[in-house]
């Protein structure tokens, strides 16, 4: 493999297909970033050595064009990705699936208990965080207790756990509890506790704001990944609940250049 590859990375929504290329070229590797994902175009791909793909579901066509252009490609997979795999039951989607990973050069995962829901071996690696965004403020006095992830829609509210934090809520009434969906799945909850706030959603650019208004963020899922709210929360000095578990540590690969030094040793690039 060339030692400075051309690389694509193919994903939706931000920040991680997006960051990774940044990443990837302050590293000085040649990386692009593509979110147009229904329609990948032969022409565009001839130009990459590497399609990385962000989110299985969303590059599997770039997977197989990748492969018929004689591309190495890349498979990135998160909490959501890896569960979603290993629970569909369609024999049919089963090994289309199986297909895109038996074609596929490289596997990375964010945590390695997701390796096992795929059953194909990989490497772990966690994605970066823009870390030098993601501070502690010395003049911030948190306003409310609890931030909570939780976005709308009926697998949402069963996934993320709703039930768990309006009890929460309830035992709790002295504590002040935010609700936050995402840009691409927002929180439009009617929730009837005075306690508890609804936010939709914030830009990407706000969040550490939003971060140091709080005490604490709680994650509870049913499908955990390595959520990089967990520990964008952690550097801008919240305390961390996540799944029952206090969090104090952070992987090495949130750092941008340990990520870069980390994705180069697997492709075996100098």
């Known amino acids: 493999m060339k030692q400075r590859p051309r690389i694509l990375v193919v994903g939706v929504g931000s920040p991680n297909a997006d960051l ?11 990386a692009e970033w593509t979110d147009k994902v229904r329609k990948p175009n032969p022409f565009f791909m001839r130009r990459f050595d590497i399609i990385y793909g962000i989110y299985l579901q969303s590059c599997a066509r770039f997977i197989l064009v990748a492969k018929l252009l004689r591309k190495k490609t890349i498979i990135h997979f998160v909490g959501s990705d890896a569960y979603w795999v290993n629970r569909e039951k369609s024999i049919l989607r089963r090994i289309f699936w199986g297909a895109i990973l038996y074609l596929n050069d490289f596997v990375f995962y ?3 208990h997701l390796e096992p829901l795929v059953g194909r ?14 501070t502690v403020s010395p003049n911030s006095k948190p306003e409310r207790d ?8 009926a697998k949402n509210q069963e996934i993320y756990r709703l039930d768990w934090i ?33 936010i939709p959603s914030v830009a990407r650019s706000d969040m ?15 499908e955990d990944g390595l959520p990089r709210m967990v520990h964008e929360a952690l550097l801008c000095g919240l305390k961390v609940v996540f799944n029952g578990r206090e969090i ?17 040793n697997a492709l075996g690039l100098a």
């Open 20 to 30: 990774v290329a940044e990443v990837l070229r302050n590293d000085d590797l040649q």
């Open 110 to 112: 964010v945590s390695p």
């Open 121 to 134: 071996p990989g490497r772990i690696l966690p994605f970066p965080i823009q870390k030098d965004e993601f």
């Open 146 to 153: 609890i931030l909570y992830y939780c976005p709308s829609g």
């Open 166 to 198: 309006l009890q929460y809520a309830k035992e709790h009434p002295q504590e002040k509890i935010t609700i936050l969906g995402s840009i691409n799945c927002p929180a439009n909850y009617k929730i009837p506790l005075s306690n508890v706030e609804v």
């Open 208 to 222: 550490p704001t939003l971060y140091r208004r709080h005490r604490a963020l709680f994650r509870m899922t049913t």
């Open 248 to 264: 104090s540590e952070m992987p090495k690969e949130r750092d941008p250049t340990a990520f870069a030094k980390s994705f180069r």
